[in-house]
Each structure stands twice: as structure tokens, then as C-alpha cells.
């Protein structure tokens, strides 16, 4: 049996608690700008209509009376920590999945603690005994109903959805409840007449996966109450990554190039120190206005070396434009994996995965000589020369080459996609472009290396009306030629 454990009204209950003059009040915790959005609304607040990420001025304009707090994080998080360290002691398979949400499965400690219900309610009154907080809790077989079911007696509710009663509430249960299901699916679902999701057990699942991709074999496996995911214990890191905050704020390349470089040192070093290997490196900008990206890319082959951390990280940045000063930099890696994980090995090696693994060994040299004497005797300039030399012997990747990217954001318009096409095709490269299911869109470059990746800065822009947040790309080894470029339904 699984437990999701939710916060009621989070940030506003521990303001609340913290100041006895604001309980029973509507609240906002929230910025105090014209441009501030709500963060969260106490319950007192929600009765006038007001919820998280609406505009203070509208919420103001519904509540004339409302209460602004201004939010501390450094306390939310605080009593984050100590909720999970409850949770933690009823069983070690806990996940926490946000700063006031967590799922436990609690099937191994029955006899110790009695049924699932009455964990939930132990749970309960301790979070309440310690941190003076209320929670929602919803018990399930599984994990999604587990999450529905904490969310439909809040505040202050335990819901239990037994397995009887799984057929019942799936056949009622509204489509748009599931996560993933925006704006754009449920255009399709209600094309398709689907208000439920039991009404997706109608489906053959090769009708749902031709419509929804992978996220319909989720779908069909939803609507039979199979939910594959198990809950992800936190002793597995989901990523690893180092940034600083500059003296002072920079805007030269090279600058930047060096700072990443000894971030790059800092995460490969950690990565190996922890036998892991990665699948994604990121990067994060802020800029002295304080906004901020990031940028995550998927590499070829898993790898703990500080060289390919460093040019993915530098290829990222690269792709970025960079219009103010930047104020800090960070770099990570994630999809994390233990190295002794044994790994497929590949049909073909492609000559940078070839050069990763050389890499590789250079890297574990320099952690025993940095071991030994210390910090100083291995800098990152050393990196510089010896890199050359591998680029003279791999040699530069010539020929065809073939990219998938996800772009996420403000992004399914119609114009997107008209206008990757268009920009696809001035630079000469192959492929497509399509909307996927959960609101972002795909798109496969073929074509000559650099054209490849002039279209993936490219995306990192987007057409002027998008609003791109997110680019993950990664190296598709290619199954098809393709001829042209098409946007595809
Ligand atoms: N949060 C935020 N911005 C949002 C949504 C949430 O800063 N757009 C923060 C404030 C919330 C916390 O995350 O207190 C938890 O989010 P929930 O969605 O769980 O919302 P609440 O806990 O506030 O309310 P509920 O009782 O509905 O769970
Ligand atoms: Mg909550």
C-alpha cells in the first residue's frame, strides 16, 4: 500500500502558526510587487477564489482585506526536513517527490505499526505534535490513485482507496486529473469522447500510443490500475552538480569558459568519488537581473569523466545568448547511475564516445594525484593542452549526423512548428517536428553537423512568439533517412 502525504496550504500554514494574528485570516504568501503572483493562499483565502500563481493584483481585487506575507523559504524548508524525518521513520522506502509532498510505501511495516489507515493517522498527529501542521493523506494500491486520494478531502483529510474500490474510482474519475493530461490531450480526449478514465479501457492500446505516444501506454495502463512506477528512495542522488555565485558579474566567454571548466572538475570528481555515471549534464545561468535558465542535454554514453561533463556543459552554454552580465553559473549531471549498474555494450562506437572513455582514465589519474598532493597539483588548466591532443587523434565527427530534441514551454502553436520547418529547411537539415502529449514538442534534426546544431541553438531561441524554457537534446543514433523536413500530426 502506498501513502501520499500532501501539506495543506503549506507556506501559509506555517505563517499562520508562526504568527497567531494571522490565523484564521485570509492570507497570501507571496512577493510584494505589482508583478508578484501568489505562491499559495490559505484556506481562508481560497474561499474567495484566490489560488497559487494568480496575479496579487487580481487576488487583491477578489479580497480587499487580504493579507501579504512574504515567504521564507529558508523556514519552509526547515519544516520540509522534518516532515520527511517523520515520514522516514515509519519505512525507509519514502520518496519525496516536492517541499511538502511524499509518497511511502508502508507495505512492509504493517506489523509493526498496524494497517495502512492507522499509519496515516499515527502520521498525522505527529506532524501535527511536532510541527503544529495539518496534512492530506491518501492511501492507495498504487501510487497516482494514492495522490488523487490526498487531494479529495483536503484540508486536514485521510482517503483510502482500497482495491475493491479501485475499478469504481477509476471509472469515475475525471481524464484532466491525471498528470500530464493538458490543455492539448484533452482537446484529444474530447474528440475522442473521453470524459474518464475508465473510458480509455475502450481502447486498443495501439490506437492509444499512435495518438498519445509513449504517454498512451501509460494511459491504458492507468485505466486498468496499473501504475509501473515504484516509489524512488532517497540513498539514489538524482543529481550532482556544483554552481557559484561570481565575484563580480561577468560577460566574456572565456571568463565563463573557465569557471565551468572548474565546475565540470567539481562534479566529474564527486561522480567518481560515488562510483555513479551520468546521462544528462545541465547547466544554470542567473543573470544580474536575477532571472535565470537552464539548459539539460542527454549524452550518448553514460560517463563519469570531468572532459565530457565540461563539453557538454560548454556546448550548452554556447548555445545561449547571452544578453546581460552573468552573476552565477552552475553545472550538474543527472540520470545518475551506479557504475557497477553493467552497461550494453554499444554495436557501434562512435568516435567522441571512443575519446569519453579515454577520458575516463586521465580522469581517474588526476583523482589519485589530487588525492595524494592535494588540490593545487591538479588544476583545471591542465585539461587545456591535453584536450587538443585527444581532438588531433579522434579527429573532428565529419558526415550525416542526427539530433532529438524536446523543447518545453509555450510551444504547440501551430506558428512553432511552421516556423521550425522553415528554419529546418533554410539550414539544410532532414527530419521533423511534432507536439507531444505532455505539452512539449519533438523534433529529430538530420543532416551536416553543423547545421544540426545551428538548428538546436536554434530551438534554444525559438520563433518570437514562443516561450521556451526548456531544450533537452540528445545524439539519435539514426534508423531513417529522412528526405525533408515535415511537420508531423
Ligand atoms: N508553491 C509555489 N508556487 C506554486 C505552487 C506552490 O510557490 N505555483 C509552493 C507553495 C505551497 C507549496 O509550494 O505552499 C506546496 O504546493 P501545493 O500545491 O501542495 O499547495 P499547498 O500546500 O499550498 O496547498 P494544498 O493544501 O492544496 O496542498
Ligand atoms: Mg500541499
Not at 485570516?25 to 490559505?42: D, K, Q
Not at 546521462?279 to 545561468?285: C, E, G, L
Not at 543573470?287 to 557538454?312: H, P, Y
Not at 537539415?429 to 505539452?439: H, I, S
Request: proline share 5%.
Amino acid at each position: 500500500m502506498i501513502l501520499h502525504i500532501d501539506m495543506d496550504a503549506f507556506f501559509a500554514a506555517v505563517e499562520q502558526r508562526d504568527n497567531p494574528e494571522l490565523r484564521h485570516r485570509p492570507i497570501v504568501v507571496c512577493g510584494n510587487s505589482p508583478r508578484s503572483v501568489v505562491s499559495t493562499a490559505s484556506y481562508e483565502a481560497r474561499q474567495f477564489g484566490i489560488h497559487s500563481a494568480m496575479p496579487l493584483f487580481q487576488a487583491r481585487q477578489r479580497c480587499p482585506h487580504l493579507v501579504v506575507v512574504p515567504g521564507n523559504r529558508k523556514k519552509y524548508a526547515a519544516a520540509s526536513r522534518k516532515i520527511m524525518d517523520i515520514i522516514s521513520r515509519f519505512t525507509p522506502l519514502m520518496e519525496p517527490v516536492s517541499i511538502d509532498e511524499a509518497y511511502a510505501d508502508v507495505t512492509g511495516c504493517t506489523t509493526l505499526f498496524g494497517p495502512p489507515p492507522v499509519i496515516a493517522q499515527k502520521i498525522k498527529q505527529t506532524i501535527v505534535n511536532d510541527l503544529a501542521l495539518t496534512c492530506s493523506i491518501g492511501i492507495a494500491p498504487v501510487k497516482f490513485l494514492a495522490k488523487i486520494a490526498s487531494d479529495m478531502n483536503k484540508p486536514d483529510g485521510l482517503t483510502h482507496i482500497t482495491r475493491d474500490q479501485m475499478p469504481n474510482v477509476i471509472q469515475n474519475l475525471p481524464i484532466q486529473k491525471i498528470p500530464g493530461v493538458g490543455k492539448q490531450a484533452m482537446a484529444q480526449m474530447t474528440a475522442l469522447n473521453i470524459q474518464t478514465l475508465g473510458d480509455i479501457q475502450r481502447f486498443d492500446i495501439r490506437v492509444l500510443t499512435r495518438k498519445f505516444g509513449k504517454f498512451g501506454h501509460r494511459l491504458f495502463q492507468l485505466s486498468r490500475g496499473v501504475d509501473n512506477d515504484r516509489i524512488q528512495t532517497g540513498t539514489v542522488r538524482k543529481s550532482i552538480s556544483s554552481e557559484t555565485t561570481l565575484e563580480t558579474d561577468i560577460s566574456d566567454a572565456d571568463a565563463a569558459k573557465n569557471v565551468l571548466l572548474s565546475l565540470a572538475v567539481r562534479v566529474g570528481r564527486e561522480l567518481r568519488q560515488k562510483q555513479l555515471t551520468c546521462h544528462s549534464v545541465f547547466i544554470k545561468i542567473k543573470f544580474s537581473d536575477f532571472s535565470q535558465i537552464t539548459r539539460t542535454r542527454k549524452i550518448l554514453t553514460r560517463t563519469c569523466s570531468t572532459e565530457a561533463v565540461f563539453q557538454q556543459a560548454w556546448d550548452l552554454f554556447q548555445q545561449v545568448t547571452i544578453r546581460r552580465p552573468i552573476r552565477l553559473l552552475g553545472v550538474g549531471v543527472s540520470h545518475l547511475q551506479s557504475r557497477n549498474v553493467p552497461v550494453q555494450l554499444e554495436l557501434i562506437v562512435l568516435p567522441e564516445q571512443d575519446s569519453v572513455r579515454q577520458w575516463e582514465s586521465v580522469d581517474r589519474a588526476m583523482d589519485r594525484i589530487y588525492e595524494k598532493f592535494g588540490r593545487d597539483m591538479v588544476t583545471p588548466a591542465v585539461l587545456n593542452p591535453l584536450k587538443k591532443h585527444a581532438r588531433m587523434k579522434g579527429g573532428p565527427m565529419t558526415g550525416k549526423r542526427t539530433k532529438k530534441v524536446t523543447i518545453s514551454g509555450k510551444v504547440q502553436g501551430v506558428f512553432y512548428r511552421l516556423e521550425t520547418q522553415k528554419a529546418a529547411r533554410q539550414a539544410g537539415v532532414a527530419g521533423y517536428v511534432k507536439n507531444l502529449a505532455d505539452g512539449s514538442v519533438e523534433a529529430v534534426f538530420q543532416g551536416p553537423s553543423e547545421a544540426v546544431d545551428q538548428m538546436v541553438a536554434w530551438c534554444h531561441q525559438g520563433p518570437p512568439a514562443a516561450r521556451v524554457d526548456q531544450v533537452i537534446d540528445e545524439v539519435a543514433p539514426s534508423q531513417t533517412d529522412f528526405k525533408d523536413f515535415e511537420v508531423r500530426y
